[in-house]
């Protein structure tokens, strides 16, 4: 009997509105099968917001892939799961707790389980996976590979998926091996087939049906778009140390590279990518290219922050562009390195011995991956500092549906404040760090301008206006001030924050950064429709915009969401704009999954003795 | 460190080198390190080669570390842009500065705690990368501005001024840079300009990763009787391998040598070098047979001086990259920004 309906329960009916979630072995081949589910709703117009979970290792761990399925174009973790594919015996206790009252399970049945392995409040449905691929083929590899697909035809007949989108991306996937599309056509419908025959009709209420809600949005994983946006931005140098989850960025920007970057005629290439001894280097590599004019950038995480400390302090005194895009993982030490968190904003905004401050960038998704990256660069030479893009996990390793990329025609590369032969041969004066234009910038010249104008000597060691050695106080007082200006100008032009005000006025706001954009979004229509609707204000960048003060100022409380133990953003809050700490709250969640809607709603609605009717609104109706 | 700069009087009877500058025209500010320190030696010895080369001042990009042989790029080649980067890590800096403009001279300058010990990974990594640059380490075998504890170059066995013997054993950096893929590897003494010039000149002309380990007494803390780096025991110990002779391509070959004792390598700039043979049977295009001999040299007291290693055709590290020739911070945004039409396609694919 494949299925096994414990009526304790009204099973969950949902349409184009439900969380699936795949439990698999690492190295499984299980991954593409699960891009395809996802990609295969997608195709049917209906959003669907995919997630790796997955552990640091190669092979035989567990790996689980989440997929929210949501017409409204909820991209964020709602929490709980609807239906579970549990094809990993090593967590199958776990995988089975997850599941919603009412939900489903599905199972591979070829070994037979008692009735006490189950839960009595889900639909569970057992496939003999196993039996179905080792009957169809003989070689091992092939059974291991059909068994995901195979799977994959079982749900698209569950959830009524088109087989013709499955079959559209297969004949895309295997274009030219028509032998590789045919067979893996074959086993989709093997699992069709066996459903069909074995499954009765009414058993699963999770539905699929073709909407109109994606429209031009494109899917792709922020660490691509962050490559990109290098590309786009100008970036000509690229030195890394591989780290997880950052390593992508830079195998994007190799492969962007190699078809927009090399010489139509010569074959060469516009951009060299160096692999470091190690973030030392990397980041030294980095500073000497921007040093000599080159747009240069490094993408790296935690860790890797560490250990370029000293580097960022030398680029902060010394005034040299750098950019540094930080996919935070769960820290500290090597902490959790395939889990997601947003723990590095002290770390990066004071990184370095003495008084620092640097300009860091919040993306919410990858099309902000993307711009923000691109604005890094323009940002790094307008204001001769290292510039942070701080994504994470969550945003740069799993595809994510978001806007379309666009760039400006008419847009050229910001390079800031750099004097020419001709400027010198035309008698403008250049001192290095002299404060000409009352923004805390200086000008600066590139290595090899000119034969007798405009060099000058760099150094981490405190200097005069016109670059000279000195450890005289007003020498270094003016020069740590005029820092403090240029942070100051940095506001001017870093990404402005965006408000996302409720009907009325609200007593309480939010506040948010980053990667909780999707599921706050969420939380605040449920927080609404529970008759708690919330001003809230997404933070896009640190130096903090003077309209963040403002907000503060016009709540009576407002709660800041991170994803980090200590309510970092919290604390910068407080240090920067002075604010008094017992208005703002934490809402702090950091054990290395995504933030979910309803952690948001739960922990506000608490705040607020809004419990009953916040929660309510989560239920399923 | 105080910033004294030096008066800039033209004296009538300076004369100009073929590129139309003077020697004071390569010179820096006045030298704030103990008088007689070896580094002002090897400053010296960078001006006189830069001025005989005729190379436009500018044109050379110096960078260094942190420590006494780190300051002194601000001593030398006042009209080029200097950088005193981190301690040990002028390796990267370099090698980025690099990336960005390859048609610039990259003198790197640094001391043997800066480059043995702090930064021995990067001095490493930037040799095997095969960055066209001179390398100088001025070697003294101790940490001069911290006031004088043992570098990793210092001896086994041999005494700091205040009398404890070093019990680790030293870190050779030319064999080391030989090991990690240099093309160009010299060692030399400060105190001995007619060797060091010429070997300074042929560093700058190779077109690949040259490093000249000078070793560089330190009156302050490391030139007492004990020391195997003072002034007195290097001048009793040094051994050198060979004389060379740069010569421009467009030199006439005036000397007269026996036959037998001189080797020309062509290098691939078009320059000469002539080197004559001081030892027997060195050959410094042998890599094994260099490292063996300086081995035994070192067993036997002696210092190994003079081109200890060259490949005349190094590969650099933008040959490996295919790097277009124009430097990469002169591309114009059209060179670099593939635009909208490129960007509608990209999103039409990830969909
Ligand atoms: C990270 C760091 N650690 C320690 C120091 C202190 N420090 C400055 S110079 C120096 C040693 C320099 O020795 P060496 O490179 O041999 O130069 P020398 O002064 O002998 O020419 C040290 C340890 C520093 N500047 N930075
Ligand atoms: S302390 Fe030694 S290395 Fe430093 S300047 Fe004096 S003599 Fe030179
Ligand atoms: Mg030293």
Redesign the interface.
């Known amino acids: 009997m494949p299925v096994v309906n414990m009526h304790t329960r009204t099973p969950i009916a949902a349409i184009n509105d439900f969380v699936v979630k795949f439990a698999n072995v690492n190295g499984s081949g299980s991954a593409s099968a699960n891009e395809l589910f996802a990609r295969a709703i997608l195709r049917m117009g209906v959003p669907v917001s995919p997630r790796n979970i997955f552990p640091s290792n190669i092979q035989g761990l567990p790996t689980w892939f989440e997929v929210r399925v949501t017409e409204k174009g909820y991209l964020g973790r709602r929490g709980g799961v609807d239906m579970m594919v549990a094809m990993n015996p090593q967590t199958w206790a776990q995988d089975l707790k997850e599941i919603e009252a009412g939900g489903y399970l599905l199972y591979d049945s070829t070994r037979p389980m008692p009735a006490s392995a189950f839960r009595d409040d889900i639909t569970v449905i057992g496939i003999p996976l196993t039996a179905i691929c080792n009957a169809t083929y003989a070689d091992v590899r092939q059974r291991q590979l059909f068994k995901n697909i195979i799977c994959l035809g079982v749900l698209s007949w569950l959830f009524e998926i088109e087989p013709k989108e499955i079959e559209r991306l297969f004949s895309e996937q295997y274009k030219g091996k028509e032998a590789l599309l045919a067979s893996n056509v074959k086993a989709l419908n093997l699992g069709r087939d066996y459903a069909r025959d074995n499954v009765a009709t009414g058993t699963c209420h999770l539905k699929v049906r073709r909407a109109d809600a994606v429209g ?5 994983e922020g660490n691509s778009a962050a490559a ?1 946006g290098c ?2 931005g ?1 970036a ?2 690229c ?1 890394w140390y591989p780290i997880t989850p950052s390593t992508s960025v830079v195998e994007a920007f190799q492969s962007y590279c190699k078809k ?2 090399h ?1 139509p005629e ?9 692999q ?3 973030e ?15 747009r ?1 950038f490094t993408a790296t995480s935690g860790p890797g922050i560490s250990l370029m400390t ?2 960022i302090g ?1 680029a902060y005194f010394a005034e040299i562009p750098a950019v540094l895009i930080n996919v935070q993982r769960g820290g500290p030490s090597t902490g959790m390195p395939t889990r997601t968190q947003q723990a590095d904003l002290l770390s990066c905004a004071y990184a370095s011995n003495g008084d620092t401050k640097h300009v860091l960038l919040f993306p919410e998704d990858p099309k902000e991956c993307f711009d923000f990256s691109a604005a890094a660069l323009d940002l790094a030479d307008r204001l001769q500092t290292p510039i942070f893009v701080m994504t994470d996990l969550d945003i740069g390793m799993n595809y994510r549906l978001c806007k ?6 008419n847009r ?2 910001d390079r800031g404040k750099v004097m020419t032969a001709e400027d010198l041969d035309a008698g403008k004066t250049f001192g290095r760090y002299l404060d000409v234009d009352g923004d805390g910038i200086p000008y600066r ?8 104008k405009g ?7 405190s200097k005069n206006r016109m670059a ?3 450890e005289a106080g007003p020498d270094y007082v003016e020069n740590m001030e005029r820092l403090l200006k240029k942070f100051e100008t940095a506001k001017t032009y870093a990404p402005a924050p965006i408000a996302h005000l409720a009907p009325s006025p609200s007593r309480c706001g939010v506040l948010y950064f980053g990667s909780t954009a999707p599921a706050m979004a969420e939380a605040l229509d449920n927080l609404a429709e529970a008759d708690a609707p919330l001003d809230a204000m997404r933070i896009r960048a640190f130096p903090f915009a003077d309209s963040v003060a403002e907000f503060i100022a016009n709540h009576e409380q407002v709660f800041v969401v991170e994803q980090n133990r200590d309510g970092q953003l919290r604390s910068m809050l407080i240090n920067e704009i002075g604010v008094d700490p017992a208005k703002i709250i934490a809402v702090l969640h950091f054990d290395g999954t995504p933030i979910t809607a309803r952690f948001i709603v739960k922990a506000i609605s608490t705040h607020l003795g809004k419990t009953d009717a916040a929660t309510k609104t989560l239920v399923h109706s | ?3 004294i700069a030096k008066p800039k009087l033209h004296h009538p009877a300076l004369t100009h080198n073929a590129a139309g500058f003077t020697r004071r025209d390569y010179e820096g500010t006045i030298s704030t390190l103990c008088a007689g320190c070896g580094h002002d030696s090897i400053s010296a010895a960078i001006i006189h080669a830069c001025f005989e080369l005729n190379i ?4 050379v ?1 110096k ?1 260094s570390g942190i420590g006494c042989s780190s300051k002194s ?2 001593y030398f080649l ?9 301690h040990g ?1 002028m ?11 390859r ?2 001279i990259y003198l790197g300058v640094s001391g043997d705690g800066d480059s043995a010990s702090i930064g021995l ?2 001095f ?2 930037v040799m095997r ?1 095969g960055v066209n640059m001179v390398y100088v380490v001025m070697n003294n075998g101790v940490y001069g501005l911290t006031k004088g504890q043992f570098s990793a170059t210092a001896d086994r066995g041999s005494k700091s001024k205040k009398g404890a013997v070093n019990q680790d054993s030293a870190i050779d950096l030319a064999s080391l840079a030989i090991l990690m893929g240099a093309t160009f590897v010299a060692r030399s003494f400060s105190g001995d300009k007619t060797q060091l010039v010429p070997l300074i000149k042929a560093a700058i002309s190779h077109q690949g990763a040259a490093i000249l380990d000078v070793i560089s007494p330190c009156v302050a803390f490391n030139n007492h009787a004990g020391s195997t780096k003072s002034y007195d025991y290097i001048r009793e110990h040094n051994e050198a391998m060979n004389r060379l002779d740069f010569i421009t391509g467009q030199e006439p070959i005036t000397a007269d040598y026996a036959p037998g004792t001189v080797t020309d390598v062509l290098q691939h700039d078009g320059t000469t070098l002539r080197l004559r043979k001081l030892a027997e049977d060195y050959d410094p295009s042998d890599k094994a047979g260099a490292l063996a001999h300086i081995q035994e040299r070192a067993a036997a007291g002696e210092v190994a001086t003079g081109l200890l290693y060259l490949d005349p055709l190094p590969r650099d ?2 040959e490996g ?5 124009a430097p ?4 114009p ?1 059209e ?6 039409a ?2 509608v396609k ?2 039409a694919g ?2």
Do not use: C, K
Request: proline share 4%.
């Open positions: 031009d949005m494109i899917f792709v990109l590309v786009y100008g000509t140098v030195a927009l970057r010489d010569t074959g060469e290439a516009r951009y060299a990518i160096v470091a001894e190690d030392l280097a990397s980041i030294g590599m980095v500073i000497g290219a921007a040093w000599n004019g080159a240069a000293e580097f030398l379309p990329f666009e760039w400006d025609e050229s590369l010249t590139f290595p090899g301008t000119h034969a007798t060099s000058y000597f760099t150094r981490g060691t000279g050695y000195s | 460190m105080t910033y436009e001042p500018h044109r990009a960078l790029p601000t006042g009209n080029s842009h200097g950088f005193n980067t981190v890590r390796p990267s800096v370099l090698t980025g500065a690099n990336l960005a403009n048609e610039l990974g990067q490493a990594h990368r590290l933008h990259l295919n790097t277009v020739a990469l911070n002169s591309l945004d060179a670099l920004v593939p635009g909208r490129a960007l990209i999103n990830l969909r």
